[in-house]
C-alpha cells in the first residue's frame, strides 16, 4: 500500500510539473489584434464592400477591441458617453478572472464577424489563433472567461451598431439627371452610384454630416478662362504627361475594391483592400515599428477608424449634395473622347476626393498619437504586386494620397486636399484619466 501510495504522489507530481506556466507578456502582445485586423481587411476584401461601408465594419470592431482592454489599463477610460449615442456596454463580472487582451481580440474578430458575409474565410485563422493564445499556458478558467467577456462586449457593439441608420439606408438608388456638369455612370462597368444615403448614417463625433461643409465647388463652365475650364484642362494634362513616379503614387493607392478588368469580350474583377483599409494597414505597421503595446495599439486603430469613418459621412455628404461629374466624363465630352483616366474611376461622384479626406483624417488621429515626424515604410500594397513607399511622417502619406488622385485622373487639381479634421477634433476625448 505504502509503494502504491508513493507511487500516485509521483504521478501527480510528474502531471504538475508538465503543466506550462502562463507566459502572461505573450498573451498581452498586440500582435494578436494586429493580426485580427489583417484577417478582417482580408474578409472585407472577399466580401467586396463599399469604401464607406468598409469604414463602417473597421470602427466597430475597434471600438469593441478597446473597450475590452480598457479595462487591463487604469490610466485609460470607456468611450461610453462620448461617442454619439453610446450608452452602455457590457462590463467584467466582479470575482473572475480576465485577459483583457485576449477578450479584445475576441470581441474585436466577433464584431467583423458579425459584420461580414462568408463566415468560412476566418476558419482556418481562427483555429491558429486560438492555440496561439493558448500556448501561452493561459488557464482555462482564463481563457473561458476572456472568452465570454470578448463575446458580451461584441453583443454590446452590435445593438450600438443597429441604431446608426445603416440598415434603413439600404437599397436606395442615386437618380442621374443627365444635368449638365452632374455625375453620371463611368465605364467599363458604368455602376450605379455607391451608397447614396450614406450622410444619413450616425456620425460618432461629428455634431452632423454636414458640420465641416467644404466650400461650393467650381460653377462647371467648359468656357476658356472658367476656374472649372483650368481644373478640368490641368487633369487632362497632368495625365497625358505623367512621369514614372507620378503613376507609380496613382496605381499605389488606387485602393480601388473592385475594379472591372476587360479584355475583348472577357471581363474579370480585381479585388483589393479599401482606401480605409490601407491607412489602417499603415495603423498596424507604425504600431509595430513603435512597439506599441495591446492598448496603445488598440487605441490607434479605434481613433484612426472613427476619423475614418466620420470622414466618409462628411464627404459622401458632399459628393450628393453638389453631385459633380467626373473629369473622365467631362473631358470625353468636350475636349478628347479617347483621353483616360490611369485609374478605374469609383462610381459616387467626384466632390470632395474620398482619399484626401479620410487620409487627412486618419493622419490628424496617428499624428495625435505618434508625433508629427513618424517616418515608417508602407508595405500595405506588397500583396497586390507593389513596392514599399516610405514616408517621412504620416501627413507626407496624406499627401500623397490626396494628389494621387489627380495623377490617377479621377479628381481634380483644387479639391485633391481637404483637411475636414483639426487636431482638436480627437482632442475631445477623454482617453486618459
Known amino acids: 500500500m505504502k509503494k502504491l501510495f508513493t507511487i500516485a504522489i509521483l504521478f501527480t507530481l510528474s502531471l504538475t510539473g508538465c503543466k506550462k506556466e502562463f507566459n502572461k507578456k505573450a498573451a498581452e502582445d498586440a500582435e494578436f489584434l494586429r493580426r485580427a485586423q489583417s484577417q478582417l481587411t ?17 470602427v466597430y470592431a475597434s471600438l469593441a477591441a478597446y473597450e475590452a482592454s480598457v479595462h487591463a489599463n487604469p490610466n485609460y477610460q470607456s468611450m461610453v458617453g462620448q461617442l454619439n ?18 477578450a479584445a481580440t475576441r470581441a474585436f474578430l466577433a464584431v467583423g464577424k458579425g459584420l461580414t458575409f462568408d463566415q468560412k474565410q476566418y476558419e482556418n485563422f481562427d483555429e491558429k489563433l486560438w492555440a496561439d493564445y493558448k500556448a501561452t499556458g493561459i488557464s482555462g478558467d ?10 458580451s ?13 445603416y440598415k434603413q439606408t439600404r437599397g436606395f438608388r442615386h437618380t442621374v439627371t443627365n444635368q449638365e456638369g452632374t455625375w453620371v455612370p463611368t465605364p467599363p462597368a458604368y455602376f450605379d452610384a455607391a451608397e447614396p444615403n450614406w450622410r444619413k448614417i450616425r456620425p460618432l463625433t461629428l455634431d452632423s454630416a454636414s458640420q465641416f461643409k467644404p466650400i461650393a465647388p467650381a460653377p462647371f463652365s467648359t468656357q476658356k478662362g472658367t476656374p472649372y475650364y483650368i481644373a478640368m ?16 503614387i496613382a496605381n499605389f493607392w488606387d485602393c480601388n475594391p473592385f475594379k472591372m478588368n ?9 479585388k483589393k483592400m479599401s482606401p480605409g483599409g490601407h491607412w489602417m494597414s499603415i495603423t498596424g505597421l507604425i504600431s509595430r515599428k513603435l512597439k506599441s503595446d495591446y492598448m496603445q ?5 479605434l481613433l484612426t ?10 464627404c459622401w455628404d458632399e459628393k450628393y449634395r453638389s453631385v459633380k461629374v467626373r473629369p473622365e466624363s467631362v473631358i470625353n465630352a468636350s475636349v478628347d473622347k479617347d483621353w483616360q483616366p490611369v485609374l478605374q474611376t469609383p462610381p459616387f461622384p467626384e466632390y470632395t476626393s474620398g482619399h484626401s479626406v479620410i487620409s487627412n483624417a486618419a493622419a490628424v488621429a496617428l499624428t495625435s498619437l505618434y508625433g508629427e515626424n513618424i517616418a515608417f515604410a508602407d508595405s500595405s500594397e506588397v500583396p497586390y504586386g507593389l513596392p514599399v513607399r516610405t514616408y517621412p511622417s504620416v501627413k507626407a502619406a496624406a499627401d500623397e494620397a490626396s494628389i494621387s488622385r489627380l495623377y490617377g485622373g479621377i479628381h481634380f487639381r483644387k479639391y485633391k486636399i481637404l483637411i475636414l479634421f483639426r487636431q482638436s477634433f480627437f482632442g475631445r476625448f477623454q482617453n486618459h484619466k
Not at 476587360?262 to 480585381?270: E, S
Open 297 to 301: 495599439t488598440s487605441e490607434a486603430f
Open 305 to 314: 477608424s472613427i476619423g475614418i469613418f466620420d470622414g466618409f459621412i462628411s
Open 85 to 102: 449615442g453610446f450608452e452602455n456596454v457590457y462590463q467584467p463580472e466582479a470575482g473572475k478572472e480576465y485577459c483583457y487582451q485576449l
Open 233 to 248: 484642362m490641368d487633369a487632362y494634362n497632368t495625365v497625358k504627361n505623367l512621369t514614372e513616379e507620378q503613376r507609380n
Open 262 to 270: 476587360i479584355t475583348g469580350h472577357a471581363m474579370f474583377a480585381t
Open 153 to 165: 462586449i461584441a453583443a454590446s457593439i452590435m445593438n450600438y451598431s443597429k441604431k446608426d441608420t
Open 42 to 58: 482580408e474578409a472585407i476584401i472577399h466580401d467586396i464592400f463599399a469604401p464607406p461601408v468598409s469604414s463602417r465594419i473597421y
Open 142 to 151: 482564463m481563457y473561458d472567461n476572456s472568452i465570454a467577456l470578448g463575446d
